[in-house]
């Protein structure tokens, strides 16, 4: 029964679901909408301009008395996927939901994964999927070590479930952003080749 019937039935009924619901919604930065591409900043180190720092992200609606989120971020185009051994981009448990609006830099939480943006390789746009989902309890410190323990306790203690056209009864909220190939940053090496004055300089010292 959708929400707002089960509020018309009762005030039982109504509170019943609220609990068992998710209102969780991620958002961006403003004007960034679903599809758009990832900020420079969000790409990793090794490409011009990147920084390796997540866009801004946060989550409104959170109701139903969680106490934490958790967020990751993945590139669904480099072969990743929630149950395999190879980490996503980014992973952060026990968020407490007063940053909430500020997941992109907390200061609750543990890092189980720091952030590094994508690095493409070939020719073709990727996805890269932010995801938060709501946490029923903290993860203990035991599954903090690495992300397969974490996806571990994940799959029996998170919502992780897909429900197409239902995000009323979702556990966890998406952002997909797009990233390309970027060019690399120029090595020191390179740099010094291309700067035959200081190469000189250097071997008359």
């Known amino acids: 029964m959708p929400w707002a019937q089960a509020c018309h039935a009762s005030l039982q009924d109504c509170a019943a679901h609220i609990e068992n619901t998710s209102f969780i919604i991620l958002k961006s930065t403003p004007g960034k909408r679903p599809g758009d591409p990832l900020p420079r900043h969000a790409y990793s180190k090794s490409v011009i301009g990147g920084e390796d720092t997540p866009p801004v992200l946060a989550a409104d609606e959170v109701l139903g008395g969680k106490k934490y989120l958790l967020v990751t971020a993945a590139d669904l185009d480099n072969g990743w996927k929630p149950y395999t051994k190879v980490p996503p981009l980014w992973a952060i448990a026990n968020i407490s939901i007063t940053d909430a609006g500020y997941l992109h830099e907390p200061w609750s939480g543990q890092t189980v994964i720091p952030y590094h943006g994508p690095n493409i ?72 080749l291309a700067e035959p004055s200081a190469r000189t300089a250097t071997f008359d010292a």
């Open 121 to 192: 390789q070939d020719g073709f746009v990727h996805r890269i999927m932010f995801r938060v989902y709501e946490q029923n309890t903290d993860a203990p410190s035991s599954v903090l070590s690495s992300w397969q323990s974490l996806s571990a306790w994940m799959a029996d203690n998170v919502d992780q479930s897909e429900k197409p056209g239902d995000s009323e009864t979702s556990g966890h909220s998406d952002l997909l952003l797009t990233a390309v190939y970027k060019r690399p940053k120029p090595s020191m090496f390179v740099a010094f």
